[in-house]
């Protein structure tokens, strides 16, 4: 929210805050309506009954939208420094985002259902077996359904950036075009329940065909194989059978963490890509909270460790640290290499060193710190939370005091 | 009158044939058992009739409507219970009941109920039920409103011995009051009480389709094993 500083980029700025946040909160709902409509929990419950379902769509709005009220409240609560600058730059950036919001809400059930019947229908066919990439055909409308939502809700979303423009420039008329995104969502839904029992059912048939195709082409030694798995051939012989055993309770039973980890690392490239001068202390904050989130992977690896196999056959409880440990460090890597790599394109082999080097420390200290907790088990949570943050804090102390780098 | 037809039903999954030229009817007042070895299809049979999966070829119709051009219209005139019965676990049985009885227009909650042997634990949550009594509200909740066309996929497994016959002889009574019910199982026992016709499966195709008091009581099994068994040594 810098443009608060510049009183001739104000307009620009929370303009441009405004619309991105609404991009946001159309996407998010354009999401929540495909899982409650298409793969919600009530489809199989009233699949074999002859469900009302223009009523069910209109249940389904509503559940929809008080579920999703976070999102218009997240925006206000986060704009709220908007409120020094004047109540209407705080209510042009809400109500872009709300109209955003209800675009996609609104806009979200006729284009889901609309995508069952573009799926099945013979003259689309050409179009999405070119872009359905390695899914079978019939998802692929289902896949872009929710970027269409979006494409429609941006056309409502640019309508109204253009009248808070002309509403902030001093042209009132210029605000009732906020209400666009709206409107076109409420024409759109207006025109839904009466249309959607077929494409509710064919629905079914749809989501059937898609496991039965992906079931079919599942590969049984993709799914044996897990992440990591290959490098235990370098540890030494004591050691592997830990480490195979950490490595595959840990890509078996907790993957979203170890691809987590991934994700917080592109998090955390987003602010290295740059050639500021403070680029590597941004992307290290955030590199640092990640490490810390990541690692308490070591005390819930310890809670799904079968306890009682783990006292009959007594295994060495040295290697067995050292093994966990290990396994944690090496999935700490998927927060560390991204930005890694993105500082040593931007700013060259030393100014990378300078970064990875005190992540590096935090990355073992976390690790032993995570593995130890895990040995403690349900009581290990506490302490490895104030030990990450601890942690963390000393890094990020050190790295804007410029101890560390 | 042919109430449930299944006209050169076909299933594939990429190679895989699920079921292949599988024709038969159920008429009205009709109960029929779909038998077949594990894997013979008839679960992909019920599921093609009920809607619930796209037939590669064939055409299936309950009471006269297609279920793949009207789903609607067809699920008023069915109640089915799949193989893995999905319920509301947060309403009670009575007040799952209660829904269905909204949605489709009618229905004696009381009798169905006592019909399955529900009747002291209708006000207990689903989520509480184990899982043959949350196999009896299922059916409970099909046969409520006393369809057209009753669509049974291994209805009666894990029902406890006394509710499994009360069962029986509620659909032995929906069926002599003109209802067509379709029941896949592999209990041939139930079979030889219950069933007027049966219907075998093996390997995707239609192997027999008998009436059952021509078969006789010993006949059934020998039938069984000596068709199912041909097509799987085949």
Known sequence: ?405 | MKVIEVRGLQKRYGRHVAVEDVSFSVNAGELVALIGHNGAGKSTTLKALTGQLQPSAGEVLVAGVNVLQDPGEARRRFGYVPEDPQLYDYLTAREMLELVVEVRGQGDIPATLAAVGLQDDADRLIREYSQGMRRKAALAAAMVSKPQVLILDEALNGLDPPSAARVKAHLRALAEGGAAVLLSTHVLETVEKIADRVVMLARGRVVADHNVSEIGEEGLERLFLSRIGESLER
């Open chain 1, 1 to 405: 929210m810098g443009f608060l500083d510049r009183p001739d980029g104000v307009i620009d700025g929370v303009i441009g805050l405004g619309v991105r946040l609404a991009l946001l909160c159309n996407g998010a709902m354009a999401l929540r309506t495909y899982t409650a409509l298409v793969r919600g929990e009530e489809r199989p419950i009233l699949d074999p009954h002859p469900a009302d379902v223009p009523a069910l769509v209109r249940y389904l709005v509503r559940r929809v939208a008080w579920e999703g009220l976070i999102w218009p409240l997240g925006v206000a609560a986060l704009c709220w420094p908007l409120w020094s600058a004047g109540p209407e730059i705080y209510l042009t950036a809400v109500g872009l985002a709300a109209g955003g919001w209800g675009a996609g809400l609104l806009m979200g059930f006729p284009v889901h259902l609309g995508a069952v019947w573009a799926a099945e229908s013979p003259g689309l066919a050409g179009l999405f077996n070119l872009i359905r990439g390695q899914n079978p055909q019939l998802q692929a409308a289902l896949l872009y359904a929710p970027g269409a939502a979006l494409a429609l809700g941006a056309v409502g979303i640019g309508a109204a950036a253009t009248g808070a423009r002309l509403g902030l420039s001093g042209q009132s008329g210029g605000w009732l075009l906020l209400l666009t995104p709206w409107v076109l969502g409420a024409v759109a839904f207006w025109l839904t329940p009466a249309r959607a029992e077929r494409p509710y059912y064919r629905a079914t048939l749809l989501l059937a065909e898609v496991d039965g195709a992906l079931a079919a082409r599942e590969d049984p030694e993709e799914a044996r194989s897990v992440y990591l798995e290959w490098a235990i051939r370098f540890f030494p012989t004591a050691l592997r059978p830990y480490l195979r055993q950490d490595l595959r309770h840990g890509w078996r039973a907790h993957r979203g963490w170890v691809t987590g980890a991934w994700g917080l690392g592109l998090v955390a490239l987003a602010p290295a890509w740059s050639d500021a001068t403070d680029a590597a202390t941004r992307a290290a904050l955030i590199a640092g909270g990640a490490l810390a989130l990541i690692g308490a992977l070591g005390q819930r690896l310890g809670v799904s460790d079968p306890a009682w196999l783990d006292a009959w056959l007594a295994p060495p409880p040295l290697p067995r640290l050292l093994a966990r440990g290990l396994t944690l460090w090496a999935y700490l890597q998927g927060v560390v290499i991204p930005p890694t790599l993105a500082l040593a394109v931007r700013q060259g082999g030393e100014a990378a060193l300078g970064f990875v080097l005190p992540l590096e420390a935090l990355a073992l200290g976390l690790a032993v710190a995570g593995a130890i907790a895990g040995r403690m088990r349900g009581a290990g949570l506490a302490p490895y939370l104030v030990v990450a943050a601890l942690a963390w804090a000393g890094l990020t102390w050190g790295m804007l005091t410029g101890g560390v780098s």
